[in-house]
């Protein structure tokens, strides 16, 4: 029964009962123990080995850039470093208070420094050096003094900077820097210390995050993958991955000065039909059972939680208009369709006609029986495709970070004649092939998939199934290398104690291979601008190993496809394309000025503008090659969706918009080219 269970999904979800008071830590932690240790696929041991690991990735959550606690602080945290697996075992939770109690301290320390510097006089001249390192080589500061020193210069550097960013001639800047800087030094402290009333407002309490995020440390040292969910938390992770959810139909974000604003209103939404909500409102404050959440320095991801807690389902927001007027508007939420979690078919029309569909996310309807989700969308628009009789198709995978591994199996069985998928392996050492049953595909003609480094999970599950019966090309660039799935459980019966997302399986392709930590390698490689970011799996703490296992189902691959052939004429144009040396270009600029940018110049406006500018200019050239590349590509509608749009005047503009970005992307005309070639070939055959 597990097997069939944990198929379906990368995620298992579970009824939420609402809790009014916040949980007993311990409780929460002996919880998480337990259930990591009988459902993780490699629980560790709670010895001195999981102390050690737990204390880093804790103290990395609480100060990751080392801004707030000192050298005096670590020496005092520093004895828990091999206690804590102790603490655990003997259930003694007393050790967590002093990392709240001191955090707290540290933030309103920060706070004192960064308010008194609002009637001191900033120094300019040079006297202080202003030094960038790689993340690696920061240390914490030493005492108070340090700390002063650094979040002056850390005012310093944010003054000009936005300076510069307001007029770009140095002339300007130079002849009106002290009425410049007098008015803009209030707006970046004020900045400043709201970004740490944000950690100080955080839902629950600045005690709840350090607690929150032990429970996280704990789980992420078994894998990365791995994270506690309060019931918030989970609720969000869910409709993420969801077709529909219940919304308000409002997206946020925080502008320059510190407001949150409607940044978008879905169409069809409560939002949208209440018609008093417009973009760029500012939200002053949100009131939902007798809790009012006023807005002002609170991050954007607390206001998401809010709005998507469920025990919010009436929500009073009071927003400011843009003519200053105030409006008080009661919402309620109903199921309302996810933009992102669509899909839409668009042509490109050559000497060929070629369908094309983006998949952002493999999203499911986890209420549902059947589960229907983007194999039965893509089904749907492949069907309009194929009806405009396009003779191959780009799937594209970037930026796709997976989901539901059953709708990942339901979209590889559409392209192939039965047979096996992958191989799933459970903690026990069992193993399950998950396996294509239908005969017959809905589209047996040629395949391009589009993957990057952010292509992860379900994304590869997919990509791999298909290169491996060769029946796509795969292009772009080697993809994340997660080959784990996870469900999220409750940590007690009630789900009061919260969740956890568990890694619970490796999966495996069919040739007993796996991409776990080296990610699927595509058959031809583009340049990418986020090449040696190294943000793939293989960089986390405490990432699972690359292994393999003996496959357990022959299956019948297709007619090898004609790579060399490919391959060399993809290289003849990457070769003489300026684009994408502009990319390569892009992508050693970002590398040596934010990854591996070492140097150190006296803090005055002439220094920081020289820094600046000759970034921004580089970053400027480079960048208006690719935005201006010709492209001969021509994008269009399928006849449905020309007809849908026909009755809404508000997509018409957002559909031309996604028009011209295809067209435009450089990676959708190679891949173009690329499938022309291969047209070409089987017709020569």
């Not at 001639?169 to 009425?179: K, M, P, S, V, Y």
């Not at 011209?660 to 070639?677: G, L, P, R, T």
């Amino acid at each position: 029964m597990l097997k069939q269970l944990t198929l379906l999904s990368f995620l298992c979800c579970f009824l939420i009962a609402p809790s009014q008071e916040q949980p007993e830590f311990c409780d929460q932690l002996q919880a998480i123990k337990v259930l990591v240790k009988k459902e993780h696929f490699k629980p560790k041991p709670v010895d001195d080995s999981l102390s050690i690991g737990v204390y880093k990735l804790f103290l990395g959550q609480l100060d990751n850039n080392k801004k707030f606690f000192t050298k005096k602080d670590i020496d005092l945290f520093e004895k828990d470093r091999l206690q804590l697996d102790d603490y655990i075992l003997n259930k003694d939770c007393e050790f967590i208070d002093k990392y709240s109690i001191i955090l707290a301290e540290r933030i309103e320390n920060a706070k004192q420094i960064i308010t008194s510097f609002s009637k001191a006089k900033l120094d300019y001249s040079g006297k202080d050096t202003l030094r960038f390192a790689p993340d690696a080589s920061y240390k914490y500061l030493d005492n108070n003094s340090k700390t002063i020193g650094y979040w002056s210069k850390r005012l310093r550097y944010n003054i000009l900077f936005e300076l510069i960013e307001k007029d770009s001639i140095i002339e300007n800047l130079t002849a009106n820097f002290i009425a410049e800087e007098k008015d803009i030094k209030p707006k970046i402290i004020q900045k400043e210390l709201c970004k740490l009333e944000e950690l100080l407002n955080k839902k629950g309490g600045l005690s709840q995050f350090v607690k929150e995020a032990f429970l996280n440390a704990y789980v992420a040292f078994h894998d990365p993958n791995s994270t506690f969910f309060n019931a918030t938390d989970k609720t969000t992770y869910v409709n993420s991955l969801s077709n529909d959810q219940l919304s308000f139909g409002i997206v946020t974000s925080k502008n320059d000065n510190g407001d949150i604003i409607i940044a978008h209103i879905t169409p069809g939404s409560p939002a949208f039909i209440n018609g008093n909500f417009e973009s760029k409102d500012v939200i002053k404050s949100l009131q939902a059972n007798g809790v009012v959440l006023e807005t002002y320095c609170v991050s954007n991801e607390d206001i998401i939680a809010f709005t998507n807690d469920e025990n919010n389902k009436t929500i009073t927001f009071k927003i400011k208009k843009q003519n200053g007027t105030i409006k008080a508007i009661e919402l309620t939420k109903t199921k309302t369709k996810i933009e992102d979690n669509t899909v839409t078919g668009f042509l490109l029309k050559d000497e060929a006609n070629v369908g094309y569909i983006s998949i952002n996310n493999f999203y499911s309807d986890f209420e549902s029986p059947n589960g229907l989700g983007v194999a039965n969308d893509v089904a749907k628009e492949l069907y309009k495709l194929q009806k405009e009789n396009i003779d191959a198709l780009i799937l594209d995978l970037r930026f796709n970070g997976g989901g539901s591994m059953k709708e990942a199996a339901d979209l590889s069985g559409m392209f192939i004649n039965r047979g096996p998928l992958s191989i799933l392996k459970y903690g026990n050492g069992e193993t399950y092939t998950i396996r294509d049953m239908n005969r017959g595909s809905l589209f047996m003609k040629p395949i391009v998939i589009l993957i990057n480094g952010f292509s992860a999970s379900a994304s590869e599950f997919f990509a791999a199934a298909m290169q491996d019966y060769n029946r796509a090309i795969v292009v772009g660039s080697t993809t994340h290398g997660k080959a784990s799935a996870q469900v999220i459980l409750p940590l007690d019966e009630d789900s009061e104690l919260g969740f956890s997302k568990l890694t619970v399986e490796k999966f495996y392709r069919i040739t007993g291979q796996s991409h776990q930590a080296v990610g699927v390698i595509p058959d031809i490689r583009l340049p990418n601008l986020y090449d040696n970011f190294k943000t793939e799996e293989r960089f986390s703490s405490f990432a699972l190993d690359n292994d393999s296992i003996e496959p357990t189902l022959k299956y019948i691959k297709l007619k090898a496809l004609p790579l060399e052939s490919l391959v060399t004429k993809n290289q003849a144009r990457i070769e003489n394309n300026s684009a994408f040396d502009a990319v390569k270009s892009l992508n050693k600029l970002i590398i040596e000025n934010y990854f591996e940018l070492e140097t150190e110049y006296p803090l005055n406006l002439q220094n920081v503008y020289k820094n600046i500018n000759a970034y921004h200019s580089q970053w400027e050239i480079f960048s208006d090659v690719i935005d201006n590349k010709a492209s001969s590509l021509v994008v269009s509608n399928t006849s449905s969706t020309n007809e849908i749009l026909s009755y809404n005047d508000e997509q018409k503009d957002v559909n031309k918009t996604i028009l011209k970005n295809i067209q435009n992307d450089i990676y959708i005309s190679e891949a173009h080219h690329i499938i022309m070639d291969l047209l070409k070939l089987n017709t020569n055959d």
